[in-house]
Structures are given as structure tokens and as C-alpha cells.
């Protein structure tokens, strides 16, 4: 399981952005799977930081690409986000050389 801490803005806003907070070491994959379970009302994107990877979301579903299998085994450093209403983009940033 895994929490989204709002880091900013302190006041009343739709806009929130902050960093995922977990409760064990998350592969990519897993990451994505959960998030896609737990916010199915939500669309956004899938971005891995220092790539071009990047993949669109919405309705619990991947939209236009899945990721190479070595992303989505790789495990994860930290994971920052944006959201605003019912859009959530989340940048993945993996352990290095993974």
C-alpha cells in the first residue's frame, strides 16, 4: 500500500502536488498496477524520469503504450506527482541501474 503526501499548495485548492509515500520497496510495475486499481475515476500519465518513457492513463487503464518489461521490474527510488480535479501525473524515478 502506498499514500500520496501533499506537499504544496498549503491552502484549499484542486491543484496538489507531493511525492508517494510506501510502506515497502514497489516495482514500477506494481506501482502502476495499484495506482490503476486504487484511482480508476482518475486519468493522467506515467512518466520515468530521465526517459521518454511516458504513458497515458485513465478509466484504470493504460491508454496508448505499456512499458518494457525492464521498467516495469525495476524497482522504484521515489515517485513525485501533480494532480488537479480528476488528473493525476505521477514521475517514477527508478534505482539507478535498474
Given at each position: 500500500m502506498f499514500k500520496l503526501i501533499r506537499v504544496?499548495?498549503?491552502q484549499v485548492s484542486p491543484y496538489a502536488g507531493g511525492y508517494?509515500?510506501?510502506d515497502r520497496r514497489y516495482t514500477v510495475?506494481?506501482?502502476?498496477k495499484e495506482a490503476l486499481e486504487n484511482y480508476s475515476a482518475i486519468s493522467g500519465t506515467f512518466c520515468i524520469d530521465g526517459t521518454s518513457l511516458e504513458a497515458r492513463y485513465g478509466k484504470?487503464?493504460?491508454i496508448?503504450?505499456?512499458f518494457p518489461e525492464d521498467?516495469?521490474?525495476a524497482k522504484i527510488a521515489a515517485v513525485s506527482f501533480y494532480t488537479g480535479w480528476n488528473k493525476a501525473d505521477y514521475v517514477i524515478t527508478k534505482i539507478e541501474g535498474q
Amino acid at each position: 500500500m502506498f499514500k500520496l503526501i501533499r506537499v504544496f499548495p498549503r491552502q484549499v485548492s484542486p491543484y496538489a502536488g507531493g511525492y508517494v509515500k510506501f510502506d515497502r520497496r514497489y516495482t514500477v510495475g506494481e506501482f502502476i498496477k495499484e495506482a490503476l486499481e486504487n484511482y480508476s475515476a482518475i486519468s493522467g500519465t506515467f512518466c520515468i524520469d530521465g526517459t521518454s518513457l511516458e504513458a497515458r492513463y485513465g478509466k484504470g487503464k493504460l491508454i496508448d503504450k505499456e512499458f518494457p518489461e525492464d521498467t516495469l521490474n525495476a524497482k522504484i527510488a521515489a515517485v513525485s506527482f501533480y494532480t488537479g480535479w480528476n488528473k493525476a501525473d505521477y514521475v517514477i524515478t527508478k534505482i539507478e541501474g535498474q
